[in-house]
C-alpha cells in the first residue's frame, strides 16, 4: 500500500477536485465496496472461504451487495479484498457484475498490505479513483434500500454549504430489542432535528452508563434528537474528502474512528456529517451468524422484494426456483421422498434429494445435497454438496460445504460444521458445538497477521505434517474433525469470546435461549417481523422481571397483578396473549435459574421447582382465567410449551394435578382440551404420555363417582 506524505499532497488534490467540481453532477455515481472484514469473526467457516462468498440463500454474500449497489443506480464499483482475494476475483469473473453488458462496472482491487478500511481508503486516495461522491459499503451488506433520496439530500448540503459536509451515514428506524438488530452495532445518536447533522455518535454495546457531552447543548441548534431506535445499515454516501481525510489521520482505521475524529474536530476542520434515516427498505450487514439467521429468514418471507430466492437476480445457470404457498421454494431437479413435508419457509436448491418422512421448517438447503429418510431439519442451514444420513436432527446449526453427517446425529442448537467435516454416527453435538478440518491449535502456530495473506496453502501444509487425530468420543466413530469451542479453549472468558464471534453477542438474557429469534412464541409472531412482536417480546421479559422481583423481595399477588396489568396497557397486549405469557414464563422459569455450568434438570428436579411456584402465583393466574377460553389458552400455552421440551414430559400429569387443584384449571376443560386440541402428530404423541394419561383417567373416575352420588 504506497501512503501519501499527508500534508504535503493536500495542495496537489484539491486542485484535482476543484478542476472535476463544476462537472460533478454529471459524474457517474461510484462505489466502494470492501470485501474483507479484517476479522476472524467467522473462524473456522472463513479459513476456507471468504465472508463475502458464504451462501445466504444459496447466493454469495457480494452479489447482494453488488445488486444494491446497481439498483441505486452506481455505474462503477472498486471491489477490495486481502483475505483470499483470489477467489473472490475468480468468482466476480465468472458473474454477470463482469460481462460487458453490466451497468455496473466492477474492478477488483487486491493487495495484502489491506489490515482496515483506513488502509483501504488511503489506498484509494493514492491511486487517484475517485472523481465525485461514493457509496462506501461492506461486501456483507444486504439491503433493498432505495438511497435516491438521502444522495440527493447530500449532494444539495455540499453545495449549498461549500463541501462541509463529508458523510451521509445511512440508518433505518428499527426498535431496540428487533432481530434485524446487532447488539454489537447499537448506537446512541445525537442528530440536529432541521439539518440532521450528527452531534453525537457512540456504540452503546456493554455500556451501562451513557455520557453526553455538553457542547451539543450548546451548539446553536433550535432542537435536537437523542436516538436509540436506529439501525445502522452500513451504508454511507462519502465526497471525495473522506480518502483524503483517512490519508492525513494514519489513527482512522475504522469508520467509527473517522466519525467520531471528525465530531471531535468539527470546529477545528470544519467537517460535518449527516444522518438520513429511513423508515423503508431493508439494511443489514451480516456480521455474525445470529444475524446471518435473521437475514435468511427475511429473505425467506420476502422482506427484501425484489431480491427474492425466485429472481435469481445473479442468472446463475440452475439458480431459478419455484415459489408456492407458506414460502416454500423448490429448484430445478429437486426430488421428494413420500411422507415428506416441507411445512414452512423453506429453499431447496437444484438437484437436491430428500429421503421419506422428512420434516423440514425454516431451512435453506443448497445444491447437490442427499437427505435421507426421517430427517428433521428445523432452522438449519445447509450449505452445498452436503450428505445427511437418516434419523438426523438439525436445529439452528450451519452444515457446510461438503460436510457428512451420518445415521442418528443430533445437531443442538448453533452448531456449525466447517468445509468437509464428518460427524457421526449416532452422537449428539452439544449446543454452541464449532467443528472444523483445521484444528484449532493452528491458531497458536501461525503468526497473528497471517490469516489476513493469500496464502491459503499455509494451514493446510501445516496440517499434513502435524498429523492430529480426530477424537471418537467428540465427533463420532466414523467422524472427521476437530472442536474448537471445547479443545481450544480453556477458560470461560475465552469460550464466550469464541460463542461471540461466530454467533455475536445475545440480546435475549433467557439462559434456555440463544438467540431473540430462537424462543418461539405464538407461530404468528415468527412470520411477520414486526414492532407488535417486539412489543411480546419485552413484555414476556418484562413479566419474568415482575414475577422475579415478587420472589426476591416477596410482594403480594395483587401488586403483582397490578404491575402485569399496567404492562399489558403499556405494551398493547391482549388477554389471550397475557394468558399465555404468562403461563410460558411461569413454565420455563426453573430453567431460567440455572447457570450455564450446571448440569440440566431432570425431570424429578423440574417438577419440585415449579411445583411451589404454581402454588406462590396461583392467585396471578386466577386473575386472568375467568372464561372456558381463558382456560383453553393456558393449555394451548402449557402444550406448546410441552412440545419443545420432551425430555420432561414425565412432569405434565403432575403439573396439571397442581393446577387442577389449586383452581387454576377447570376438570371439565381439561378434559376438553385432551380430546379435542390435538392438531398435529406430536400433539398426539404427547397425549400418550403415560403420566398425563393417568391424570386423565384419574379426572375421568372423579368425573364419574361425582355424577353416581349427584344421582343418588
Known amino acids: 500500500m504506497a501512503a501519501k506524505g499527508g500534508k504535503q499532497s493536500r495542495s496537489g488534490l484539491s486542485g484535482r477536485k476543484g478542476a472535476g467540481e463544476e462537472g460533478e453532477e454529471e459524474q457517474p455515481l461510484q462505489a466502494v465496496l470492501v470485501a474483507d472484514s479484517f476479522n476472524r469473526r467467522f473462524f473456522p467457516i472463513t479459513k476456507d472461504q471468504p465472508r463475502a462468498l458464504l451462501p445466504l440463500g444459496n447466493v454469495a454474500m457480494i452479489d447482494y451487495t453488488l445488486e444494491f449497489l446497481t439498483s441505486t443506480g452506481v455505474q462503477e464499483t472498486f471491489v477490495f479484498c486481502c483475505w483470499m482475494s483470489n477467489k473472490i476475483k475468480e468468482h466476480l469473473l465468472k458473474s454477470k457484475w463482469c460481462r460487458p453488458t453490466s451497468p455496473n462496472v466492477v474492478h477488483v482491487i487486491t493487495s495484502d498490505l489491506y489490515r482496515s478500511l483506513g488502509d483501504v481508503l488511503r489506498d484509494v486516495d493514492a491511486k487517484s479513483l475517485l472523481r465525485s461522491d461514493f457509496v462506501l459499503v461492506y461486501g456483507d451488506v444486504v439491503s433493498n434500500i432505495d438511497v435516491s433520496q438521502a444522495l440527493q439530500e447530500h449532494r444539495h448540503r455540499r453545495k449549498m454549504e461549500k463541501n462541509i459536509s463529508v458523510m451521509t451515514m445511512i440508518c433505518k428506524e428499527s426498535s431496540p430489542g ?135 437476480f445473479t442468472d446463475q445457470k440452475g439458480g431459478s426456483c419455484t415459489h408456492s404457498r407458506h414460502n416454500v421454494y423448490r429448484a430445478s431437479g429437486v426430488t421428494l421422498g413420500h411422507g415428506s413435508q416441507m411445512e414452512e419457509n423453506v429453499l431447496i436448491g437444484c438437484d437436491t434429494s430428500i429421503g421419506a418422512n422428512c420434516h423440514i421448517s425454516n431451512s435453506v438447503i443448497g445444491n447437490n445435497c442427499t437427505i435421507g429418510d426421517n430427517v428433521i431439519l428445523d432452522r438449519a442451514y445447509i450449505w452445498n454438496n452436503v450428505h445427511i444420513a437418516s434419523n438426523v436432527a438439525i436445529s439452528q446449526s450451519v452444515v457446510c460445504d461438503k460436510a457428512v453427517v451420518k445415521e442418528g446425529v443430533r445437531l443442538n442448537k448453533q452448531c456449525v460444521l466447517a468445509y468437509n467435516v464428518v460427524i457421526g454416527p449416532s452422537i449428539s453435538l452439544p449446543e454452541g458445538t464449532v467443528v472444523s478440518m483445521h484444528h484449532p491449535e493452528e491458531e497458536e502456530e501461525e503468526d497473528d497477521d497471517e490469516f489476513l495473506s493469500d496464502d491459503a496453502e499455509v494451514g493446510h501444509s501445516k496440517d499434513k505434517t502435524k498429523q492430529k487425530v480426530f477424537n471418537p468420543a467428540e465427533v463420532g466413530a466414523e467422524g472427521k474433525g476437530y472442536i474448537w469451542k471445547a479443545s481450544s479453549l480453556d477458560d470461560t472468558e475465552e469460550e464466550e469470546e469464541l460463542s461471540q464471534c461466530l454467533w455475536g453477542l445475545v440480546l435475549n438474557p433467557d439462559p434456555e435461549s440463544e438467540s431473540e429469534a430462537s424462543e418461539p412464541d405464538d407461530p404468528d409472531d415468527l412470520v411477520i417481523p414486526s414492532p407488535e412482536m417486539d412489543d411480546v417480546k419485552v413484555f414476556q421479559l418484562e413479566v419474568l422481571g415482575t414475577l422475579q422481583r415478587g420472589l426476591d423481595e416477596n410482594i403480594d399477588c395483587d401488586n403483582l397483578v397490578l404491575e402485569i396489568n399496567s404492562l399489558k396497557y403499556a405494551y398493547n397486549i391482549t388477554l389471550k396473549e397475557v394468558m399465555q405469557i404468562l403461563t410460558r414464563v411461569v413454565l420455563e422459569y426453573p430453567f431460567q435459574q440455572q447457570r450455564p455450568q450446571d448440569s440440566p434438570l431432570t425431570t424429578a428436579q423440574y417438577t419440585a421447582l415449579l411445583l411451589p411456584l404454581l402454588e406462590k402465583w396461583g392467585p396471578v393466574f386466577k386473575n386472568y382465567v375467568k372464561r372456558a377460553q381463558d382456560y383453553l389458552d393456558c393449555l394451548s400455552a402449557f402444550e406448546e410449551y410441552f412440545l419443545e421440551q420432551e425430555s420432561h414430559w414425565g412432569a405434565m400429569g403432575k403439573v396439571l394435578m397442581e393446577m387442577y387443584q389449586r383452581d387454576i384449571l377447570e376438570e371439565e376443560i381439561i378434559l376438553r382440551w385432551f380430546s379435542q386440541g390435538a392438531t398435529s402428530d406430536k400433539s398426539r404423541q404427547l397425549r400418550r404420555n403415560q403420566g398425563l394419561q393417568k391424570f386423565i383417567q384419574w379426572l375421568e373416575e372423579a368425573e364419574d363417582e361425582s355424577s353416581e352420588e349427584e344421582g343418588k
Open 178 to 312: 428487533h432481530k434485524s438488530r446487532c447488539e454489537e452495532d447499537d448506537i446512541i445518536v445525537a442528530v440536529d432535528s432541521k439539518s440532521r447533522r450528527v452531534l453525537h455518535y457512540q456504540n452503546t454495546q456493554g455500556l451501562k452508563r451513557l455520557q453526553f457531552p455538553m457542547n451539543i447543548f450548546h451548539n446553536g441548534s433550535d432542537e435536537f434528537e437523542i436516538r436509540h431506535d436506529l439501525l445502522d445499515c452500513h451504508i454511507s454516501i462519502c465526497s471525495p474528502q473522506v480518502a483524503e481525510l483517512f490519508t492525513d489521520n494514519f489513527d482512522y482505521q475504522t469508520r467509527n474512528d473517522f466519525v467520531r475524529g471528525i465530531l471531535v474536530n468539527e470546529e477545528i476542520l470544519g467537517n460535518q456529517i449527516h444522518m438520513h434515516v429511513t423508515k423503508d427498505g431493508y439494511g443489514v450487514r451480516v456480521s455474525n451468524l445470529l444475524m446471518y439467521d435473521s437475514v435468511s429468514s427475511d429473505l425467506i418471507r420476502r422482506w427484501l422484494y425484489p431480491l427474492t430466492p425466485e429472481a435469481n
